[in-house]
């Protein structure tokens, strides 16, 4: 069965460094979307992103964050200059049509930990 | 605005004790999505199961079951003879389908403990 695929799937970084985390959606897939998991709670909606341009952004996704599809396979999130509370995990997660009804299948994850 | 509400935190049961899970949401929405993902010790998201607004049915999949109540705004998780492996977080979530993009709004999540 298909999947989307994030790498790494650990990343450390020292705080103020820029990251990119990396997704590879499901090939078919035309609607992207990131989302965070501080430890121990909810998952919280970042972005979407369909047709080369963000469709909408959270409170969270400030200037510090950005969305890419570089190719036609990958999909990044780049933050620039990384805070001790970005620390969390990053799920990727996409889906093949608009419809809200069509379920979004996600990635394993990034686990993101700044020091 | 869309929310959802799961109040309880977390839950141990017994194996082969029946659970259930509860889902409270809020949304102005006439039409909208609710679906529930497990997430095991792993970490990975897991869709279980999708319910529109318009479709009131119970659904069974084997040991699990979904009630959904458009009267209470509840989407209720039930699993049957729980195992050890149906330990996981589970997270209730909305979509609303007039929204641009149909971001997943989630609930706080439950930890589900079976214990052997």
């Known amino acids: 069965e298909p999947e989307v695929t994030q790498t790494p799937s650990h990343q450390v970084t020292q705080m103020g460094q820029e990251v990119i985390l990396r997704c590879v959606p499901i090939?078919?897939?035309?609607?992207f979307y990131w989302y965070r998991q501080i430890l121990g709670q909810k998952v919280e909606f970042l972005v979407s992103?369909?047709?080369?341009?963000?469709?909408?952004k959270s409170e969270i996704f400030d200037d510090q964050f950005s969305v890419e599809r570089p190719d036609g396979s990958n999909f990044t999130l780049k933050i620039r200059s990384t805070k001790l509370e970005d620390s969390a995990m990053y799920f990727c997660?996409?889906?093949?049509?608009?419809?809200?009804?069509?379920?979004?299948?996600f990635g394993d994850g990034t686990r993101l930990s700044i020091l | 605005a869309q929310k959802v509400t799961q109040a309880q935190t977390e839950i141990s049961v017994v194996e082969k004790e029946d659970v259930t899970l509860d889902c409270v949401y809020e949304?102005?929405?006439?039409?909208?999505?609710l679906f529930w993902y497990k997430q095991p010790p792993s970490g990975e998201l897991v869709f279980l199961i999708r319910?529109?607004?318009?479709?009131?049915q119970n659904e069974i999949s084997g040991r699990y079951s979904w009630n959904f109540q458009k009267s209470t705004s509840s989407f209720n998780f039930t699993i049957t003879a729980s195992q050890v492996v149906d330990s996981a977080v589970y997270f209730c979530?909305?979509?609303?389908?007039?929204?641009?993009?149909?971001?997943?709004?989630f609930g706080a999540g439950t930890i589900l403990r079976v214990k052997s």
């Open positions: 997660a996409s889906k093949s049509a608009l419809a809200a009804r069509q379920p979004q299948h």
């Open positions: 090939s078919n897939h035309l609607y």
């Open positions: 992103f369909y047709n080369n341009e963000i469709s909408e």
């Open positions: 949304t102005r929405d006439t039409t909208y999505y």
């Open positions: 319910r529109n607004s318009f479709d009131e």
């Open positions: 979530a909305l979509s609303e389908a007039l929204e641009y993009g149909n971001k997943l709004v």
